[in-house]
């Protein structure tokens, strides 16, 4: 889920939750009418650009009575165009209690409100300050990878969550390696050895991983918890690691999955982990890297999650994350043979630009 609302590059409102069927505004501790108005309008904009999918806000703990909302909201509504007003809803949560599943509503919909709902009573875990120079390098070597298109550096402060200062750093540490524009945006003109062995190398450093064992004496498959992660209806998760440079790369040489790796989404600086038992519970955290991992969570720290979604519902890591993965992983001839694919993959898309 994204931390803020902003706005694409191509000027459209950005909404909290974006799935197939819905967009999911969440506003918490709502103190007057006038922030349900102006929350409402967001929903409508988002209504006018998605117009076959609905909108729904959602309020946690609002400070203003149930009834009270029913009505305004009810007001507002009955104003609006019929194929704006019959795709508007309002869901209410207090105390991390929530009613009935809205009428229409899919139930992956409904599933990623009751989990995000679900996530504000169970203990946060805190994590580090983001390394945000290396997730700009990372994008930017992404957009190498994916698009040749040069980029701005407002761009790549919206997606990564930093500041200009943080960009230019990471720029000017990319050094000939950067093409620069005449409207000041910049793009990659090959691959930057470099940059890529630091972060590499530092990889264990600079990102955070925690990684989990089977404490019974059956465990459980990497595929099989790939099922239940997709039973789960996580919208924020997405699969890297071996899987991931598969989807990414078919021909990659490599027989099994040795472990199932995930990337999470977590923008902010904290995050619940009670997801983890839903998959398995006798996954047990580990910090001996000795010890055989079925799991492997990396947390995603920049604000867009920059995850693909493939023709079978799953949420895929993107290439260069799954590099990082395989890095980790100590499958450094995988990871070798998928930056060949990649450079090559990139080379092409330029001659075909």
Known sequence: MNELMGKNDDGNTKPDFNSLTAVIEIKQNLSALRGLRDSLIQVIKLLSQYPEKQGYLLLLNPGIGSANLDDEFEDI??????????????????????????????????????????????????????????EVLLFILLQWITDKAPISSRWIERTVGCSYRTVSAAINELGPAI?????????????????????????????????????????????????????????????????????HFPNLDIVGTPRLDICLHVPGKSVNLSFIHQLDPALERTRDRHRPARLVLHYIRRKETLFTRGENGFLWADPVECLLNLYDARLDVQAAHFVEFLT??????????
Request: charged share 30%; net charge positive.
């Open 77 to 134: 509504r009955s104003a609006l165009l019929p194929s704006i007003a019959e795709r508007l809803h309002l869901i209410i949560a207090k105390e991390h209690a929530i009613g009935v599943k809205p009428k229409g509503m899919n139930e992956a919909d409904w599933a990623f409100v009751k989990n995000w709902i679900a996530t504000l009573k169970e203990p946060q875990v805190a994590l580090p300050n983001p390394d945000k120079k290396s």
């Open 179 to 247: 093409k620069r524009e005449s409207d000041r945006r910049v793009r990659l003109k090959y691959f930057p050895e470099e940059s890529w062995r630091r972060i590499a190398a530092m990889a264990q450093k600079i990102r955070t991983s925690m990684y989990y064992v089977d404490a019974s004496d059956q465990s459980r498959s990497p595929e099989s918890l790939l099922k239940r992660l997709n039973l789960i209806g996580r919208h924020d998760i997405a699969i890297g690691g071996v899987l991931g440079a598969k989807h």
């Open 344 to 353: 090559a993959q990139s080379e092409k898309s330029n001659e075909n630009a």
